[in-house]
Structure formats: C-alpha cells, structure tokens
C-alpha cells in the first residue's frame, strides 16, 4: 500500500458519537428489572392518518372493496332494513357479505354507520369465508374476490373512521385481522399490537402503526413494558424500541413520564435504545487488525482521521454489522467517514486479517464488502479462485461474490466472469459465480456472452493499439503478436521482445516508470489474452454473431483485440472479409468491402468457409499468422452410418492414458461425478446449442489414486438431448460443426 502523509485526528467532538462511547464499553446492566403495576391509560380513542392513506384506502386496487358493488339504483333504505330487522341473518352467507360491504361503502354513510354499529354482523366476512373455503364451487364466482377482505375493513375505517373502530377491532382481536386498525389509538388497539409483535402475519402493521403514532403509542405500552418478566413484557420492550429507533431514547423516556417520574427512570435504565442491542457476545476482531498498524480513517471532508481508539472501535462495528446487519448505529457512522479512505482501509484489514473458521474475519467482510473497490477485487479474485469445495462450504466462500455484484464495474465483472469459468470449487463457486453473471447480463439486456464482450480492457493503449514508452532521450512503441504477446519497436524501427533496461544516459524518472510500466503491461495482458483468445474460439465454434457496429467497436476498433481481429476471417452473411492493417475491410480478393448495416458478422468456422483454399492462400501470402487454428484447423464429417447411430463407435476400444481424458478439461470437458468406491467414469461436454455430449470409459479414473489404474478403454460415446435427460439421439443430429469438433477432441484423445 502506498503510504500517504498523515491527517490529524479528529477532535472528540467530530467523532461520530457511537464510536466516541459505544454502548458495548459501558458496564453492563446486572440489577433485577424494574416492575410496576400501571393502569392502562383511559384516553379517548382517537384517528391519526398517514399521509395518502386514507385515500389510498378509499380507492383501491381493482375499484372494488372485496365484492362486486350493487347497482346504483338499489333501494338502500330497504336493503339497510333487512339487515336491521335480522332478516339478512336467513340469507347466503355470499349474499350476506356482498350487501353488507355495499352498505358500509355504496349507501348514504348514515346507514353504514348503523350497521356497523349492530353487533350480529361483526363476523359477516368470517362466515363468507368459512362458506367458500367449504365449497369452493359453489362459490366459483367469487374467486377473484376471496381474498381481497382487507379492502373492506380499510374502506370502512376510511370512510367511516371511529363509527368503525368496533368493527375493526373486534376483526383484531377475534380473527388477528389487523387490516384497518392502524390509524386508531387507544390503551385497547395498544393491547392488540403489543401481542403481535415480531408475530408472522402482522408484524408489518404492526411497525407501521408505531411508526405512525410514535410517543403517543409508546406512552400506551409503557405498562406492559413495566410489568413481571414474561413474553408480554419483551413484546412490549421491543416495540418501544421501534420508537425508539425512530425517535431516540430520550422521546421514549419522556411518553414514560405521563405515568410518573418512577416509570420514566424505570423506562430510562431499560435496553430501548437501538444502539444497546449489539450481539452478546461481540464478535471476536483478530489481534492483527491493530490500528496503529493500519491506514488511517478519514472523516468527510478529508481533514481529520478517526483516533486509533475509535478506529479499534470502528472495527467492533464492522464485526457486529457483519453478524447482525440490522443493527442501526452502522450506517450513520459510514455515512460520516470518507469512502476512499474506507476502500483502502478495507483492503488493509483483508491484508492484515487472520481469522481460521471463515474466508475472513467477521470485520474483514464487512469492509471488504460494504467498502472494497476494484483493488479489493484484484485483491481477492485470484485468492478465491484456488479455494475447494472445503473453503467455499465450510468458510463461507460464495459470500464474496457480493464484492464483485455490488461493485459491477468492469474489473468486478471480468473478476466474475473469471471465477464463472475458472474457480477451482466447481460445485458452488464457479456455479453461484455464473448465476451472479447471468443475473447482472440480463438486468443490462445482454446474454453472459454478450456482457464479456464489453468487458475487455484497452490498457490504456491509443486506438492504433499502440503504447508509447518514454525513455527520455529513447522511445519505444509496444505492439502485439498474433498471441497478443507484447513486443517493443525502438526509434530505429527494430523489433525487440521486450523492453531494455533503462541506462545511464535515460531520464532518472520516465525511464524506469516506462520500464515498470511494460512489466505490468506483459503480466496484465498475459492473462486476458489466453481467455480472449479462447473465447473468440468458442464464438467460431458457436457461430456467435455481433451486429457491423457491435463487430467495429468490440473487436475492429479495440485497442487489444483489434490485434487479433485482423489475423481472422470475418464473415457478413455469405460473405467473407478480413481486416486490414489500415483497419479497413477486404475480401478474398482483395477488394474492399463494405458489410451491410444488418449483416450478421460471424468468425466462420472452416466448415462454414466455402472458398477456404482462397482465404489460406491470402493468410499465406501476407504472412498472418492466427491466434488459434481457423483456417488450418481439422474438419471431420461423419459417415452416413454414424449419422444415422445413437452411438459413436468409432473410437470403441480404444485404450488411452487417464491423464489424456483429465487433459480434455482443459478444452471445456468436465468429468463427471464420482460413483461408488470414488471412480469418475465419463467425461462430457455441453454443445453450444445445449446437447450433451458423454464419452464412458473403464475401469476409471480412482479420484484418490488415479495411477493405479493409468490405462483407460474407450466404451462409448453418445450424445443426449439435454443435461443427462432424454434418449441417445442421432449423431447426425448434430450440428456438423460440434459433431466436427467433438470428433476432433476425441481423435486428439486417441492419436
């Protein structure tokens, strides 16, 4: 890490307060809880309305509140009658229900609040619902309205507001339907909310009816909170530390006070503050992650850093955020630091971290995750992608994956796309990594394919794909081989492979940075020149095709691949072209060409080349030499026989080395899973269009002592319509393409 100066630490006053007097220092609390026996307050029941509520419940979705609405001609004075003469008692209990919700939410509200007075219908929608769940045919026609209930006691409390309370709340209180009963405050709706909190079900309207009525609700839990220990009394703490969260302790101690100055102390010396619920015990932080030794915190502003004390507290909070997400004091005390100097620090600490039983220490992943760039990336990608199966499993190795998928940039996604294909841990790693891709290739309307592409660096080369390095007195010009091989031309126009070192005579400053610059160039280059160059193989073998803009700026133009573009055969529909040095296009002939702006643009494979001869004859001329074998590459046909057979004889019997058959992983086989006594016995393959490719062999490959058994026999090979499903197809099925690759990985295999 590049040492920078050091800023002065903040002044106490600067501190974010959690980390100037974290709750987890302060002695614990060990007295006998406080109990008192208080009254329930005898308040006035009343009605607070968020805003939109209200008339969110007074149009809902679908215009309807949990039935079909009579007509507008229906005589309301007679209808309100027969429920008020007991006559709606005899009717069908769906009849029943329609007619009531149309009372309360059609008629002149007059008559809806009688019926919602009259105590014999406050179970009509319970005895509808009894009556459609006993016979669902019966009651076909109500389907769409089944389960829409809620709109119904919502619509009532909106329109009606207290002339529905009893309603409402007997619904609470009977049938734990808590739909409507958020805008009404009394001691009786407080009792409801404290039995439902953290319940299943309600636990939302729960939070939202604190979160609407705040002090007022937690004045009204106080005597719960304040009564014996029991499950009552931690519903009740729970809740008045949702308030608390919202308000501050100190709002919450002050609702207490309506019940006396005892119950405030007694509510005061209570964990309501958020901030008091940290994990017990704190996760372990590694004695390595010392402050002293690690870069220093700086606040917004970059003009003071967190003293060495708050630092070593501000790790505690990484390791709690990390075990307990939720817990509230992390965000603000985030929000308040500078997020540069946490992406360095969050690098440190991973450097720094020991910790055996995860990837890293609770502390570790936190600000690798929350606050790791892409030099966190560059930092952990190549680490884990040599972990096993063991590492992944046991130590929580996916979860680094968030580092990669919250990042998104393009280092993260190349880090990713690395991982998808290459992790070792090829049960969740490499899986769960290229699920990560797909997911991030699909929200940006690309396939995984189509992603990578866009990925590519430039290095910062100019668009003639060159790179300039300064000497002083000495340039040199970096240019690529058909490998993508970095190689430097001096001022004399002569090829060297590899930049010299820097002499007496040479700037002491540009020519040793120029030097190191080539040097990381050639290690950076190294490792995405070997995937480009697979991948463009795998588009040949495919038959991927990119629109002439997309063929320009991905390949022609880049920087990097336009090295390799132009060592290839391109094709635009029927049409063949290559890229000149001067970037333009020619044909076999020579000629220029110009592809059609809807043309297709493919890397054809020889198969797909009708005039091959001309093309190699052109190559050959100009001294081209590919990237990888196109024009010179083996085709193989398949017999009329071996067409028309489910099975691939050819190769039958053959006797080959185990170490051959692992060797064809390298080319994008896998072996299959072990069997009983740890024998793997085939090896397979996935086509690009989805079939599944399975060579068996025996005695097998022994997982554990592959040497015992070095000779493998070749038994039979045959192609399946998907992963291990369907019946043995015909080979001839095939796309001759895959059928021409696949013979020729297996005449590899057996020559």
């Known amino acids: 890490m590049t040492r920078t100066p050091r800023v002065p630490d903040a002044p106490a006053n600067a501190v974010p307060p959690l980390l100037a007097e974290p709750p987890w220092t302060r002695p614990s609390r060990t007295a006998e809880p406080v109990v008192l026996k208080l009254k329930a307050s005898k308040e006035q029941t009343t009605v607070r309305w968020a805003p939109g509520m209200r008339e969110e419940w007074l149009n809902p979705e679908g215009g309807h509140f949990g039935a079909e609405p009579l007509p507008d001609g229906t005589d309301w004075d007679a209808l309100a009658e027969t429920f008020a ?78 002339d529905a309370y009893g309603f409402v709340l007997h619904a609470a209180k009977n049938r734990s339907l808590f739909h409507g009963l958020e805008p009404f405050l009394d001691a009786k709706v407080a009792q409801v909310m404290i039995k439902h909190v953290g319940a299943y079900g309600n636990g939302d309207r729960v939070r939202t009816w604190y979160a609407l009525h705040g002090t007022d609700a937690a004045r009204l839990t106080v005597p719960a909170a304040l009564r014996k220990p029991g499950p009552t009394r931690e519903r009740a703490e729970e809740a008045l530390r949702l308030v608390a969260g919202e308000h501050g302790h100190g709002a919450v101690v002050e609702a207490a006070r309506h019940h006396g100055d005892e119950a405030a102390d007694a509510i005061a010396a209570l964990r309501t503050d958020p901030l008091d619920l940290y994990p017990d015990p704190l996760p372990a932080v590694p004695a390595e992650l010392d402050p002293e030794r690690l870069p220093q915190v700086l606040l917004r502003g970059r003009e003071h850093a967190l003293p060495a004390s708050a630092t070593r507290h501000f790790l505690t909070l990484l390791a709690i955020a990390h075990v307990q997400p939720s817990y509230p004091g992390y965000r603000p005390v985030v929000d308040a630091l500078d ?8 690098c440190a600490v991973f450097v720094a971290d020991r910790y055996p039983g995860q990837w890293a220490s609770p502390a570790a992943q936190t600000a690798l995750l929350q606050f790791g760039d892409d030099r966190a990336a560059d930092l952990v990608a190549p680490i884990a992608k040599r972990w096993d199966n063991w590492d992944t499993w046991n130590r929580g190795g996916t979860n680094v994956l968030r580092l990669f998928t919250r990042l998104g940039t393009p280092t993260a996604l190349r880090h990713l796309h690395m991982l998808s294909e290459k992790a070792a841990d090829q049960k969740r790693l490499r899986p769960f990594a290229k699920s990560a891709l797909k997911r991030i290739a699909d929200e940006r309307g690309y396939t995984p394919e189509q992603l990578a592409d866009r990925l590519v660096p430039d290095f910062g080369l100019d668009a003639e794909g060159t790179l300039t390095l300064d000497y002083g007195r000495r340039r040199f010009t970096v240019g690529f081989d058909e490998h993508l091989k970095p190689f430097v031309t001096d001022g004399e126009g002569k090829v060297r492979k590899t930049l010299p070192k820097p002499g007496v005579k040479d700037d002491d400053t540009l020519a040793p940075a120029a030097h190191q610059r080539f040097a990381g160039l050639k290690k950076e280059v190294r490792t995405v020149a070997a995937e480009q160059i697979k991948r463009l193989e795998r588009a040949m073998v495919a038959g991927r095709s990119w629109t002439p803009e997309e063929f320009r700026t991905l390949f022609a133009e880049h920087p990097l691949l336009r090295h390799v573009t132009r060592r290839l055969v391109w094709s635009a529909g029927p049409d063949a072209f290559r890229v000149a040095e001067d970037g333009t296009f020619a044909d076999a002939a020579d000629d220029a060409f110009v592809p059609s702006p809807d043309a297709a643009i493919t890397l054809p494979h020889p198969l797909r080349l009708p005039d091959l001869d001309a093309w190699t004859e052109v190559f050959a001329d100009y001294a081209v030499l590919q990237p990888f074998e196109q024009l010179a590459r083996p085709v193989h046909r398949l017999t009329d026989g071996e067409r028309a057979s489910t099975r691939f004889g050819r190769y039958s019997g053959a006797t080959v080395h185990f170490g051959r058959i692992t060797g064809m992983t390298s080319r994008g086989w896998e072996l299959g899973d072990k069997e009983d006594g740890g024998f793997r016995r085939q090896v397979m393959h996935m086509t690009g269009d989805g079939r599944h490719v399975m060579v068996f062999f025996s005695p097998g490959i022994r997982v554990y002592a592959p040497e015992e058994l070095a000779e493998q026999e070749i038994r039979d090979v045959i192609v399946l319509p998907g992963r291990y499903s369907g019946k043995p197809m015909p080979w001839g099925d095939l796309d001759p393409v895959a059928a021409s690759e696949i013979v020729n990985d297996l005449t590899r295999l057996t020559s």
């Not at 005899?90 to 009531?100: M, W």
């Not at 006993?134 to 909106?158: E, M, P, Q, T």
């Open 85 to 162: 003469s007991g006559e709606a008692l005899g009717l069908d209990p769906a009849d029943r229900y329609r007619a009531f919700i149309a009372l309360v939410m059609q008629a002149p509200p007059e008559l809806g609040k009688r019926l919602l007075a009259d105590d014999r219908y406050r179970d009509v929608e319970d005895r509808f619902d009894k009556a459609y769940h006993d016979d669902f045919r019966k009651y076909a026609a109500w389907r769409d309205y089944a389960y829409s209930s809620y709109k119904l006691y919502r619509g009532a409390a909106a329109r009606h507001e207290l």
């Open 339 to 346: 997020p540069e100097s946490l992406a360095g620090f969050a």
